[in-house]
């Protein structure tokens, strides 16, 4: 039998627990995880691709499966490219079920032999999104519930805080 692959994308700027959780759980079930950053061009990124991609890799050491990639094309695409047919998102809330909707009819369309799996969150987590934990830190609160270690000194370096 072949080695079973999935795609976790997303922009990841930067990564949190909410994307580590979805990232380990996945990685239980498939042989391959690939994590692909990509460029979203209705967000401009705090961290350059490389910063992001340093901050998951830090992050995910230990987890043999998992390879980590950016990639400036479309997600089908990648998916080709390194022989996956499985993408795998979170869900948090209803709120993103509307976009999720959209980005996964428009993939199948691109290219129908992709299939988009869906994971809920922990609820612990459920509140997490990367926006929300820079908005918090550049006002220097504690963010050490929602974030690895090197990432939370990231995000203060960046800010300026400490
Ligand atoms: P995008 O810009 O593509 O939405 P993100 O980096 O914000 O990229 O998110 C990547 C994926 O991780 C998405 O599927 C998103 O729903 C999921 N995700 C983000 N935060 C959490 C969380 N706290 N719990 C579960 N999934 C999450």
Redo the contacts with the bound molecule.
């Keep these: 039998m072949s080695n079973t692959k999935a795609v976790i994308?997303?922009?990841?700027?930067p990564i949190?627990y909410?994307?580590l959780?979805?990232i380990e759980r996945s990685a239980q079930r498939f042989d391959e995880i690939h994590v692909c950053v990509?460029r979203?061009s209705n967000?401009t990124g705090t961290f350059t691709a490389d910063e992001r991609i340093a901050l998951i890799h830090e992050s995910i050491k230990g987890m043999t499966n998992v390879k980590v990639h950016q990639y400036d094309g479309l997600l089908v695409d990648f998916c080709e490219v390194i022989g996956a047919d499985t993408i795998i998102?979170?869900?948090?809330a209803v709120s993103?079920f509307e976009y999720e909707l959209r980005l996964t009819s428009m993939n199948r369309k691109l290219n129908d032999k992709v299939e988009t799996f869906y994971m809920m969150?922990r609820t612990d987590?459920?509140f997490?999104?990367?926006s929300v934990v820079k908005e918090v830190a550049q006002y220097d609160a504690d963010i050490s519930e929602f974030v690895p270690k090197h990432v939370e000194d990231a995000l203060f370096k960046k800010f300026n805080k400490r």
């Design positions: 994308p997303g922009s990841f700027d949190t909410g994307h959780d979805i990509l979203n967000k998102r979170g869900l948090r993103d969150t987590y459920s997490i999104s990367s």
